[in-house]
């Protein structure tokens, strides 16, 4: 095919030998403020479940359940507990507290509209550059969180959940490709890894603003400073794309060469950037050949297939390890269990300083022990350790015959409370510095540059859909599953840790434009063997089976 032969052809060229640079402080500034579009995306994540265990929120928009839930308890406390059990529907077991399809529908829309824009997210990337599909994204996310500060009714929060989406899918889409690209190669996976810790410190900043607002002074609009808060990153990431560099290998893809060397010998600290910059003007030259349509269509072609398995795979699979529904409803989780708002809150706070500290190993380590050596160990790490903590949990409270009665306001004994907070942690230590960082690095890596634009749309795309289907499902089986979700999440990471063992290839230390050579190096080299197989026993057959003795 066209596309793998041009591919293939280009490999000779690069000299990895002759890139010279270093890391600079200009380039970390760089990545420092571009990867405040993950801070878009924690911010939301962290947000949303928080304002969710609100009561005055849940008033205003959510009024259904909320009243059902209070009328339940109070006749459990003017007829008792054992009234309540005889007569209340099934309901009123407080893992269905939440179980409210509009709740559900108000956090998983903002996954559709993120796969929706990403298709568009592409088209601008490639035709007009990253700064500008940057801009984009912020200026969504920052007229959806003013539409979420001053909401009166249900519909003004919905559509400012869609253009949280809008935003969030135009900065997954370009923030990484963006990051992968401005990075020496050396240092790529690190720098990279920087929209990640912006997802977690996101995720944590917005985890103490709600317990300040409400966890501690009970401000009964504190959840309108919580969501109007989300137009702060937004506001950085409107910056940097106004103000941040283009990136090298964009300039070059649009033709602008000169300044092309000149955003490139300031990232890199030398003039002395021709082996790379021709290594990019050579790859861009292949990926001119292609309209984004082109992109999309060889994306499905043999050579390209095994990137576009590898991308569509892994962003699916990460939302399997159940961390967004964990990260959303974390707050909703301890006040089902019993927890009252600010120790529900407070609990949030905590896994967030733990998903920081451990986003932060990953950054330091990635670049030294490799992709793989972090996917199976955190793999290994979020199934095996909280599937074995669940059962004991799981067998203490069937042992304490644990009663959950919202009117009384009972709570969690503090041995078990404190059980599910460490299991919890636990699984997002693992996932932070795994499945987290490495589930949007690999896919910005391993894209060749005439389908990098499409093949992070794929990535984001898969990724939204995904977590489209656990937002909206997770409170539902929470109420199904009890405490057996999490077991089922641990399943899928074991499922998940397999898939990275066989088929997932090492990118450490290799630059951009290589990997993808090396993938179909190793795929080229499999087909081959096969084949030879083939051959080998074509051309000496099996003997016919021997017949056996006449039978007088």
Sequence with gaps: MAGGGVTLARASALNIADYEGRLTWYVII??????????????????????????????????????AWTARGTMACREGPAAEVAAAPPSTDPYCKYNDQKLQVFTSILFLAGMFSSFFAGYVTRHFGRKMTMTIGGLWFLAGAGLNAGAQHLWMLVIGRLFLGFGVGFANQVVPLYLSEMAPFKYRGGLNMLFQLAVT?????????????????????????????AGVPAVILLLGGLLLPESPNSLVERGHMERARTVLER??????????????????????????????????????????????????????????????????????????????????????????????????????????????????????????????????????????????????????????????CVFVAGFAWSWGPLG??????????????????VAVTVNFLFSFVVGQCFLSMLCTMKWGVFIFFAGWVALMTLFVAFFVPETKGVPVERIHVRIIERDATRTASRKEGQLETAAHPAPPPTAGPAVA
């Design 30 to 67: 760089v990545a420092l403020i571009a990867s405040a579009g993950g801070l878009l995306f924690g911010y939301d994540i962290g947000i949303t479940g928080g304002v969710e265990s609100m009561a005055p929120f849940n008033e205003k928009f959510f009024p259904g359940w909320q009243q």
């Design 440 to 457: 949007w690095l690999v896919p910005s890596e391993i894209q060749t540059l005439e389908t990098r634009a499409a093949g992070m749309s």
């Design 267 to 424: 990232l890199r600290g030398t003039t002395r950037v021709d082996a790379e910059l021709a290594d990019i003007q050579e790859a861009s030259d292949a990926a001119n050949k292609f309209t984004l349509r082109d992109s999309w269509r060889i994306m499905f072609t043999r050579p390209y297939s095994p990137m576009l398995f590898v991308t569509a795979m892994i962003a699916m699979l990460q939302q399997w390890t159940g961390i967004n529904a964990i990260m959303f409803y974390v707050p909703v989780i301890f006040s089902s269990l019993g927890s009252g708002a600010e120790g529900a809150l407070l609990n949030t706070v905590i896994i967030g300083a733990v998903n920081v500290a451990s986003t932060f190993v990953s950054i330091l380590s990635v670049d030294k022990f490799g992709r793989k050596f972090l996917f199976l160990e955190g793999g290994l790490q979020a199934s095996f350790v909280p599937l074995v903590c669940h059962v004991h949990l799981a067998a203490l409270l069937r042992q304490r015959k644990v009663a959950w009665q919202p009117a009384n306001n009972n709570v969690l004994p503090n041995r078990v409370s404190i059980g599910v907070l460490i299991v919890i």
């Design 201 to 229: 410190i996101g995720i944590i900043v917005a985890q103490l603003i709600n317990w300040g607002v409400y966890g501690t002074n009970k401000w009964d609009e504190g959840w309108r400073l919580s969501l109007g808060l």
